[in-house]
C-alpha cells in the first residue's frame, strides 16, 4: 500500500497547513484513524455497511454502443448504482463510523455538487448523528434538488455567500466551523484534499471501487484494463479507481479535469493542467492562483469539479508520471453526457461526463485489444435541471446574431 | 537583540499596562483609507501594528476579516502595496498572511521586502510547527521574527514547545474557532490559560480572537503582557465611509481600548 510519510506528505505534495487550533483535531483523527484500520471489527462494519446498505459491489457495464463505432471495449464501472447515487457514499459511511467511534455526536460536511451532502445527511440518519451541511450559494441555486434531498434527510444546510460561492468557499466554512466545534464534531471532508490525514483516509474508503474493478475485469474479461479513466475535481473517485493499479505499470491512468470554457481562458477548473503549486485547504498541491497567491475563480459546467485545488496525491502521480491528466470542456462533457444517454440508457453525473467525453477520445486512439474502463462516478439526475438550461443558452445564443 | 517589539513590551510594562497590539487589514477598503487608519491606531494609543496582507481564503478568520481581505483584494491589494504601508508606519509593525501568498510572492523575496521596509516579523497562522523548520529559516536569516499561536486545542506538552519556539511573544488564541467580534470570549478560561503558559516561557504573551472590547481586556490585562484586537477596530472602519471618517471611528474604539490596557495599581503592583 502506497502510503504519506509521518508528515502526510506524498513526494512534496500533502502535508498539514493549518491554524494550530486545528493540530489537535487533526492528529486525534490521524490517530483514530490508525487504530480503526487495524482493527478487522471497522473494516467488517464498513464492507457490511457497503454491502447491505449501499448495495455494492457496484457491477461493470460493457458499454457496446457508446464505444461504437470505435473498437475499443469501454465499460462502465457503475458507481451511479450506490445508494444515493453516487461514489461519495463510501467515504461518507468509512468517517461517519470513525467519527461514531471517536464518541464524536455531530457531523459537518461541505458540498459542491451536493452529492456529498446528501451521502453525509443519508449516513447520518442511518446512525443518528444530526449533520450540518455547508454550500456555496451558486450550487445551492444550481443544485436544487440535492439540497431538497439533504433536507429531506434531516440535515440543516447552510449557505455560503462570501467569495465565490462555490466549493471553495463551503470548504473554508467548514473548517472554520470545525475550528469551533471540534470538541464534539467530525468534519467529513468530501474528497482526497484537506490536510493530513484526509486524503490518505478518504483514498482509503474509496480504494473498494479499483479493488472491485480489479476483480471484475480479470472475472469478466480475463485482465486488467488497459485505460481507467477517471474525473477530477478533489479527485476522490479517481484516487478510488487508481489505487489498485498503481503498482500495475501497464495499465494506463487518467485524470480528466474540466477545462470549463477552455484551458486557455480563465474560466476553467483544471489544477493540474493549468494551475501552479500552493497550499489551499491545509494541503501543498496544484492549485489554481493569481501571481498574488490569491486562489482564482474557477469554472466549470459541473459542480462537483468546481475546485481549484486536487488531492496531494493526484500532484504526486502527475509529477512522477505514474498518471496522466488531461481535460474536457463544459461543451465536450455535455455532448458525452447527452451520448450516454442516448445510446446507453445512462444518466451521468456532468461530473463523470468528462471521463466519457476523454473516454470518446482515447478509444479512436486505442486498438480493439484495449480495454478501457471509465469510472462513472455519480448518475445525472441532479444535472438534468443544469443542462436543460445550457441548452436554452445555447439555443438563445444561436438565435441572436452578433 | 532587543527589538521594537521588545520595546513596545516594555515600555507598556513600565506604564503598568498591557500593550494593545491593532491588527488592521492592509488596503482595506483600498489603500489611501487604510493609510489614514493605521496612522489614527498608532496617533490613538496602538503599541504594536499587526497588519494584515489579505488572502481571500483565510482559515484562521471569521467573517469580518474575510471580507475586509475580499474588499483589500478588490480594491487591488498587493504584497508590494503592504510593504509600502509597513515603511508609512510609526510603529513596530508585524505582518500577517498565510502561507500561499508568501510562497507566491516568493519566500526570500517577501523576508527581505518585510525587512527593508522596516517590518519586526510575521504571523503565518497555518504554519504550525510541524512546517515551521524552513519557513522560518529564512524568515530569521533575514532578521525577522516569528511569533507562534497557541490554541485552547494545543496539549500541555505542545503548548511549551510553541512557547519556548515562539519568537517575540507567544499568541494566546483565546477560544475555539477563528476571529471575530461576535461571541464575547471566556475570559476566566483566558486568564487560566495565561497563568498556564506563563509558567512555560519568560517572553511576553498576548492574547487575541475574540478580545473586542474595553471589558475583555480589563478582564485579561492582569495576565497578559498584550492584547491583540482585530474584527472590532475592522468593523469600526469599515462601517465609516471616506478616509477621515474611518480613521475617527477607529480613533474613538482605539482611544477606549488603550484605556482598558491600564492596570489597576494593585495589581500593577503584582504583575509580570
Known amino acids: 500500500m502506497h502510503k504519506p510519510d ?78 444515493t447515487g453516487a461514489h461519495k457514499v463510501n467515504n461518507t459511511i468509512g468517517q461517519a463510523l470513525l467519527a461514531k467511534r471517536m464518541g464524536k455526536t455531530h457531523l459537518i460536511a461541505e458540498t459542491g455538487a451536493g452529492q456529498h451532502g446528501v451521502a453525509v445527511a443519508t449516513i447520518g440518519a442511518k446512525l443518528g448523528l444530526p449533520v450540518d451541511v455547508y454550500m456555496g450559494a451558486v450550487d445551492v441555486e444550481r443544485q436544487a434538488l440535492n439540497v431538497y434531498v439533504m433536507r429531506l434527510l434531516g440535515a440543516t444546510v447552510h449557505e455560503v455567500t462570501g467569495g465565490t460561492q462555490t466549493l471553495k468557499d463551503a470548504t473554508n466554512e467548514a473548517f472554520r466551523v470545525w475550528a469551533s466545534q471540534c470538541d464534539d464534531t467530525f468534519y467529513v471532508i468530501g474528497s482526497v484534499v484537506g490536510a493530513h490525514p484526509y486524503p490518505f483516509m478518504v483514498r482509503e474508503f474509496q480504494r473498494i471501487i479499483g479493488d472491485e474493478v480489479r476483480v471484475q475485469c480479470q472475472g469478466k474479461f480475463g485482465r486488467l484494463p488497459s485505460d481507467i479513466i477517471a474525473c477530477v475535481g478533489g479527485g476522490s473517485n479517481a484516487m478510488g479507481i487508481f489505487t489498485a493499479f498503481i503498482d500495475d505499470r501497464n495499465v494506463n491512468l487518467w485524470g480528466v479535469e474540466a477545462a470549463g470554457k477552455g484551458l486557455n481562458t480563465p474560466e476553467n477548473a483544471a489544477a493540474l493542467a493549468a494551475g501552479s503549486i500552493g497550499v489551499l485547504h491545509g ?42 491528466y488531461v481535460a474536457v470542456t463544459d461543451a465536450e462533457a455535455i455532448a458525452a453526457f447527452k451520448a450516454c444517454a442516448s445510446m446507453e440508457g445512462i444518466i451521468p453525473a456532468l461530473e463523470s461526463a468528462h471521463a466519457l467525453a476523454y473516454a470518446e477520445k482515447l478509444a479512436k486512439e486505442r486498438g480493439e485489444e484495449a480495454l478501457i474502463v471509465v469510472n462513472l462516478s455519480g448518475r445525472g439526475d441532479k444535472d438534468v435541471t443544469q443542462i436543460e438550461k445550457a441548452e436554452a443558452e445555447a439555443m438563445f445564443t444561436e438565435a441572436v446574431p452578433a | 537583540m532587543a527589538t521594537a517589539l521588545d520595546e513596545a513590551f516594555a515600555k507598556a510594562k513600565k506604564d503598568d499596562r498591557c500593550a494593545l497590539i491593532g491588527y488592521v487589514v492592509a488596503g482595506d477598503p483600498d489603500m489611501e483609507t487604510s493609510r489614514a487608519v493605521i496612522d489614527a491606531v498608532v496617533e490613538a494609543g496602538v503599541d504594536i501594528v499587526e497588519l494584515g496582507i489579505p488572502y481571500g481564503d483565510p482559515l484562521a478568520d471569521g467573517p469580518t476579516i474575510a471580507a475586509g481581505s475580499q474588499r483589500a483584494i478588490a480594491s487591488g491589494a498587493t504584497i508590494d502595496g503592504v510593504m509600502r504601508l509597513v515603511g508609512q508606519t510609526k510603529a513596530p509593525v508585524l505582518l500577517f498572511t498565510y502561507i500561499n501568498p508568501i510562497l507566491q510572492y516568493g519566500l526570500e523575496k517577501f523576508a527581505m521586502g518585510a525587512k527593508r521596509y522596516g517590518a519586526v516579523g510575521v504571523i503565518i497562522p497555518d504554519v504550525p510547527l510541524e512546517e515551521l523548520d524552513p519557513i522560518r529559516e529564512v524568515i530569521r536569516k533575514n532578521g525577522l521574527i516569528m511569533p507562534m499561536l497557541v490554541s485552547p486545542t494545543t496539549p500541555d506538552e505542545r503548548m511549551r514547545k510553541i512557547a519556548s519556539d515562539s519568537e517575540g511573544f507567544t499568541y494566546l488564541v483565546s477560544r475555539l474557532g477563528v476571529t471575530g467580534a461576535k461571541d464575547a470570549p471566556d475570559t476566566s478560561a483566558v486568564r487560566a490559560q495565561l497563568e498556564k503558559l506563563r509558567k512555560m516561557t519568560g517572553r511576553p504573551i498576548a492574547a487575541g480572537f475574540g478580545i473586542s472590547k474595553a471589558p475583555h481586556i480589563v478582564a485579561v490585562r492582569d495576565y497578559a503582557d498584550g492584547v491583540i484586537v482585530g474584527s472590532a477596530i475592522v468593523d469600526a472602519y469599515a462601517s465609516a465611509k471616506g478616509a477621515p471618517n474611518a480613521a475617527a471611528a477607529a480613533t474613538r474604539l482605539v482611544r477606549l481600548l488603550r484605556l482598558a490596557c491600564k492596570r489597576a495599581p494593585a495589581a500593577a503592583a503584582s504583575a509580570t
Open chain 1, 6 to 83: 509521518e508528515r502526510g506528505y506524498f513526494g512534496e505534495f500533502g502535508g498539514r497547513w493549518v491554524p494550530e487550533v486545528l493540530v489537535k483535531p487533526l492528529a486525534d483523527v490521524e490517530a483514530a484513524m490508525s487504530e480503526a484500520f487495524a482493527d478487522p471489527s471497522f473494516w467488517d462494519e464498513f464492507h457490511g455497511l457497503l454491502s447491505e446498505y449501499v448495495g455494492r459491489p457496484s457491477p461493470i457495464t460493457t458499454a457496446k454502443r457508446f464505444a461504437q463505432p470505435r473498437s475499443a471495449t469501454i465499460v462502465f464501472k457503475r458507481e451511479d448504482l450506490n445508494h
Open chain 1, 283 to 324: 494541503s501543498r498541491s496544484y492549485l489554481l492562483q493569481t501571481n498574488e497567491g490569491q486562489v482564482r475563480p474557477t469554472h466549470s459546467v459541473s459542480a462537483g469539479l468546481d475546485y481549484p485545488g486536487v488531492g496531494p496525491e493526484h500532484a504526486f502521480l502527475k509529477d512522477s508520471g505514474r498518471a496522466k
